[in-house]
């Protein structure tokens, strides 16, 4: 769904705080801490609590991109390459 370093790449684009981000979602500031924490491939936590995170980044004009996914935004952003 989202990768920790989607997160904080996220909230650096947005110029935001983890305290802003846990008040937009809803959530805790301890929630956001844990989920940019996680050193897992993917976001562990509640499915309610990630879909409130996700859709308060989309509210805020966030586009997160999937592996192998194209982008549907328009504008600047930034993706990892796969290593050569």
């Known amino acids: ?42 976001v562990r936590g509640v499915v309610s609590t990630l879909t409130k995170v996700v859709a308060a980044l989309d509210a805020a004009g966030i586009e997160l991109i999937g592996n192998d996914h194209p982008s549907q935004g328009r504008g600047r952003g930034v993706r990892l390459k796969t290593p050569q």
Do not use: F, K, Y
């Open 1 to 42: 769904m989202i990768s920790a370093a989607q997160l904080r790449a996220a909230r650096a684009l947005l110029g935001i705080d983890q305290r802003t981000l846990a008040t937009l979602a809803g959530v805790s500031l301890p929630t956001i801490q844990r989920m940019e924490a996680s050193r897992d491939e993917h």
